[in-house]
């Protein structure tokens, strides 16, 4: 859980980073994330931080740590790029998550949300195509977010050696987002 104060830190954190993206679109984009339910949904169901607040945090958890890997091993992404990937991979998950309310009223601890999805695009793609609404993705951009999931994605494994080989930051991402799921795993 979190509190009103760390959810707000995390939103102010979030739009500094914004402030070093210089791409056309991008004042759109803010507005986007700060008028849907970005900084106050959960990121998932129930694997993790299934929580108000949660999607943010989660997002600026690969930021860090993609930045931190992008450091680490010399890697050739712009850090404009860092912050774009790290907090928009999951822009897909605005909006589809809703209270889940038992038969008797009360909320399921087991699975306080449920999934909706008015916009059944896929994952990956799904983010994707909501950031190339309001600016230019780079190739580089789109591939890390298009393939962010990894092998929970089954196309992965047809693309695997050919995006590993050309764009091999794709997979440090991959594991930087499974990593930050798991630092904040419920149960
Ligand atoms: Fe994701
Ligand atoms: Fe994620």
């Not at 500094?16 to 339910?37: E, H, M, P, T």
């Not at 989660?58 to 890697?75: P, T």
């Not at 860092?82 to 999951?90: F, M, R, S, Y």
Request: with cysteine.
């Amino acid at each position: 859980m979190l509190t009103k104060v760390q959810i707000g830190k995390n939103k102010r954190n979030i739009l500094d980073l914004f402030s070093n993206v210089n791409r056309l679109g991008v004042s759109n984009l803010v507005d986007f994330i700060c008028d849907g339910n970005f900084f106050t949904s959960p990121a998932s169901t129930r694997f993790h931080s299934n929580y108000p607040g949660g999607l943010a945090e989660h997002s600026y958890d690969v930021y860090k740590q993609f930045s931190k890997r992008v450091s680490d091993y010399n890697l050739n992404v712009p850090f404009e790029s860092v912050i774009l990937t790290g907090i928009c991979h999951d822009l897909c998950k605005i909006g589809v998550y809703f209270e889940n309310s038992l038969k008797d009223g009360n909320r399921s601890e087991s699975k306080p949300y449920k999934f909706q999805d008015s916009f059944p695009y896929g994952h990956g793609e799904k983010s994707v195509f909501i950031l190339s609404q309001y600016i230019h993705p780079t190739p580089q951009e789109a591939l890390i977010i298009r393939w962010h999931m990894g092998n929970d994605d089954p196309a992965w494994k047809d693309y695997q050696e050919d995006v590993s080989k050309s764009f091999p930051e794709v997979v440090f991402f991959q594991n930087v987002d499974r990593e930050a799921s798991l630092m904040r795993k419920v149960g």
